[in-house]
């Protein structure tokens, strides 16, 4: 049975842990472990990972970079973030085990583990964390003046904007997440052998195409939001 509303697996005091949120943990927990292997392995001759690594992250610098005209190698890493953890999220939620391990709880069936974003709470927490740095990054450069933006009539048209930007976010990264979990699901049951293949390489290519969206719309807001005029 497919449902919209995540599972509560488990609960710290009464602090719900559902299976989305405990896959966006293990998601993070890995990205951690690999950085702090790539880190302590950097050499002055790279290693061939290394080479790799560095070329991934010199590409996706340039076209940040390109889009948004900065340099300032800390604003990109938070913003990078977004792309890194939920193209990592969304690859890591098509492995086997993700929809198909579960406990039962009485006649309940309650799977342990979920794609991170077919959960719409995680995608709103995403995109309000989205919006909020690009306009903390926007009060820091401008000072109070940047408040001046949501002054008059046309100010409260810029603060309409920036929950559409947020419900915009929420609803793209979670309609497409969901659909290809769904899509997955009922393709592994009519076919459940060769058939799937080829949806997951197309759950891949969305996945990543949904990180690069996020990213890319997150460095133009931001580029916005730092043009003066």
Partial sequence: MIKIQPEIVFKIYNFPVTNTYLASLISVLIIILISLYINRNLKEKPSKIQSLVELIYESIFNFWHSITGLKNLKIFTFTSAFFIYILFSNLLGIL???????????????????????DLNMTLAL???????????GLYYFGVNYLKRFKGFVGLLELFAEFAKILSFSFRLFGNIFAGETLL???????????????????????????????????VFLKVVLTEH
């Fill in 96 to 118: 086997p085990g993700f929809g198909s391990i579960y406990i039962k709880h009485g006649e309940e069936k309650i799977h342990i583990l979920r794609t991170t974003y077919s």
């Fill in 185 to 219: 699901i009922i393709i592994g049951l009519l076919l459940p052998f060769l058939a799937p293949i080829p949806f997951l390489g197309l759950e891949i290519f969305v996945g990543f195409i949904q990180s690069l969206i996020f990213f890319t719309l997150t460095s």
């Fill in 127 to 137: 995109s309000i964390l989205s919006v909020l740095f690009v306009n903390i990054l």
